[in-house]
């Protein structure tokens, strides 16, 4: 049971550049959340999603897109970095009627 | 929507003696007010939680209160150990749906 898992850990990209962040979680959970991590700004919420096919947006979604179609995965797009979204990324869930989020591990993404 | 604050940004303390984290929620729907560790490094993970009809919770050296008239709740760490330093994360949540966080802080326990 490996829990909640982010692919990659790490990525470098130039400004401009596009890349996909993928979450995946096999504890059959329905919600899934993207968040960024910035110093002194907390975890916020990007996208999410309450099941399969669906996804909604979060507090700060601009320059982002998600999606989610097998209930296990939920990947998050950057269509044209910029530098403003270097940041850790997390991924979470969790099942209808739980509170308690599950995190991956994060990926650190870095745009010069 | 939903705004949660949190403070102290950064709390120091020696070995031994207690911390106390406060936050604040905007919403007075919000119904479940979870506290998050995260270790350097790593991910959050959660360590205790309340829910909008209880006023208090403990769990061994960790307590979380609740004032609902106030809009506030708080984080109480007593006989604080080295491997207590971590930032530590407040939310709020109206529904299951998702958690609102606060800004988190950063707690340095010396021996």
Known sequence: NAGVT???????????????????????HEYMYWYRQDPGMGLRLIHYSVGEG????????DGYNVSRLKKQNFLLGLESAAPSQTSVYFCASTRPGVYEQYFGPGTRLTVT | GENVEQHPSTLSVQ???????KC????????Y???????????PQLIIDIRS???EKKDQRIAVTLNKTAKHFSLHITETQPEDSAVYFCAAS????????????RLQVFP
Request: glycine residues 10%.
């Open chain 2, 53 to 55: 009809n209880v006023g």
């Open chain 2, 15 to 21: 070995e031994g003696d207690s911390a106390v984290i």
């Open chain 1, 6 to 28: 982010q692919t990659p850990k790490f990525r470098v990209l130039k400004t401009g550049q596009s890349m996909t962040l993928l979450c995946a979680q096999d504890m059959n």
């Open chain 2, 33 to 43: 007010f979870p506290w998050y560790k995260q270790e350097l490094g790593k991910r």
């Open chain 1, 54 to 61: 669906t996804t909604a947006k979060g507090e700060v979604p």
């Open chain 2, 24 to 31: 604040t929620y905007s919403d007075s729907a919000s119904n």
């Open chain 2, 94 to 105: 109206i529904s299951t749906d998702k958690l609102i966080f606060g800004t988190g802080t």
